[in-house]
């Protein structure tokens, strides 16, 4: 249907109740959606936006913790959108809403009861496809997006408690990549931590680390570490949800892992 209406001349915004429920409409995603500015050579472009909350930490089971981007990210011809905030959140989804080409807004679900924060009121649009630098450090670079941003904060206070100060990289956009804000901070730092929510095989973090690997091997003085999801369903049970989601714990792990190549 939004494609439908795209086609007539509207900016539709789907939503979809939980990320892990997309797997079903994957034809239409990927024959369709991001295809027709080229099927029509350039003629149409689908200015779509999908909403959907992806992730855990609220007690959601299985799919409906599912964290889905890398299949998204994959997708020929859309954006992938994830913010970290309330404020960056409105900002980035009348950009999307503005864009003329498909845009999927994953919006992690522990924000939803979690994040609080002064929302400026008016119309406002920031750009897409710009990544943030939260902090700044010498010792190790974080990077990460969404929810993740929280957790990598938490590390970075714990961490600078301990005498390291370490560089927290916010992404923001996945597709397209800024490629240029996120090698510079690792080329400064020589380091590299990248967190994320989705099993750690096939994951979007392995394309950071093979971003990294071609634009700022020559800098790194230790392998570019993941701490994510494990590889397997997330867990039907509250009770263990915890031991699933990275934490400020794992992520500490492996800035020491990494400090001490």
Do not use: C
């Amino acid at each position: 249907m939004a494609i439908g209406l795209a086609m007539g001349g509207m900016r539709p915004v789907a939503e979809v109740q939980f990320a892990g429920f997309l797997y079903p409409a994957l034809d239409q995603i990927l024959s369709h959606l991001g295809r027709w500015r080229h099927r029509s050579r350039g003629r149409v472009g689908l200015p779509v936006v999908v909403r959907a909350p992806y992730g855990g930490g609220v007690h959601t089971p299985e799919q409906h913790a599912d964290s889905p981007e890398a299949i998204l990210a994959h997708t020929p011809g859309v954006k992938v959108v994830i913010p970290s905030s309330p404020e960056r959140a409105k900002g980035l989804l009348l950009s999307a809403i503005e864009d003329e080409d498909p845009v999927f807004f994953l919006e992690a679900i522990k924000l939803y009861r979690g994040a609080r924060a002064e929302v400026p009121e008016g119309y406002y649009t920031l750009p897409l496809g710009k990544a943030r630098v939260l902090r700044e450090g010498k010792a190790a670079t974080l990077i990460g997006y969404g929810g993740m941003v929280e957790v990598m904060l938490e590390a970075a206070e714990v961490a600078q408690r301990e005498g390291v100060e370490v560089t927290v990289v916010d992404l923001e956009t996945l597709v397209p990549l800024d490629e240029e804000t996120l090698l510079e901070a690792v080329r400064a730092t020589g380091r590299a931590i990248v967190v994320y929510e989705a099993m750690r095989t096939g994951g979007f973090g392995a394309e950071i680390a093979a971003r990294i690997a071609e634009g700022a091997i020559d800098y790194l003085q230790a392998p570019v570490l993941r701490v994510a999801g494990y590889d397997a369903p997330y867990p039907p049970f509250s009770a263990i949800e915890h031991l699933y989601r990275p934490n400020a714990r794992r992520v500490l792990a492996a800035l020491r892992k990494a400090l001490t190549y």
